[in-house]
């Protein structure tokens, strides 16, 4: 995909703050501090588009960045661990929830998991929730290059077991590398192919 241009458009908490529903949306989902606006940035050729953090939850509300104005990626607020309080946590799974239940544009949702960690109850929970409304997921592990080829083949068909999902649909991603890149703009060009 050549990125012509991208650009922030607004942040959101409820429907009533989103843009209207225009273009097509591939959504990003994921723990806190598992690479989320690094791996955007690192897709759209920005160093600096989606603000990066070491502080787990830094993205608070819902992000929608516009490229090539004609698909929205949509950063959503990472789930788990995050240095915010109980009460402000409790606050984000309304929050996505609304948006992947209401949202006629969503396309997908890139669900990222670090490669160094096995899934929990959070991610069998998100994709159980999307298999059932319909919508389909693109598992990325991220941080790949903090391990060998032989130990990523290892962790990725161990996560692949743990989520009950097939090997081949799991995308072994690199911000630092680029590692998957390519092949994760495969599968999201298929997935809007017909909007653009």
């Not at 990626?73 to 789930?79: E, K």
């Not at 941080?143 to 161990?158: I, N, P």
């Not at 690199?174 to 653009?196: C, H, M, N, P, V």
Request: charged content about 25%; some cysteine; hydrophobic content about 45%.
């Amino acid at each position: 995909m050549l990125i012509k241009a991208a650009q922030f458009v607004t942040s959101a908490v409820t429907p009533s703050q989103y843009p209207e529903a225009d273009f097509p949306e591939i959504a990003f989902a994921g723990r806190s501090n598992v690479g989320k606006s690094s791996l955007i940035n690192r897709l759209l050729n920005r160093k600096k588009l989606v603000k990066t953090s070491s502080t787990p939850g830094k993205t608070r509300l819902i992000n929608f960045f516009l490229v090539n104005g004609s698909f929205y990626f949509v950063d959503l607020p990472g789930f788990g661990y995050a240095k915010v309080s109980a009460a402000e946590r409790k606050k984000w799974r309304p929050m996505v929830e609304t948006y992947l239940n209401t949202r006629p544009t969503l396309q997908a949702v890139v669900l990222l998991l670090d490669i160094r960690r096995t899934p929990g109850e959070m991610e069998h929970d998100l994709i159980a929730f999307l298999s059932k409304k319909g919508i389909p997921v693109l598992p990325v592990l991220t941080k790949c290059d903090k391990f060998s080829k032989s130990r990523q083949a290892v962790q990725a068909k161990a996560i692949c077991a743990a989520l009950s999902i097939a090997k081949e649909i799991a995308i072994l991603f690199s911000a630092k590398t680029g590692q998957g890149r390519d092949l994760l703009w495969e599968r999201i060009e298929y997935l809007i192919q017909e909007f653009i």
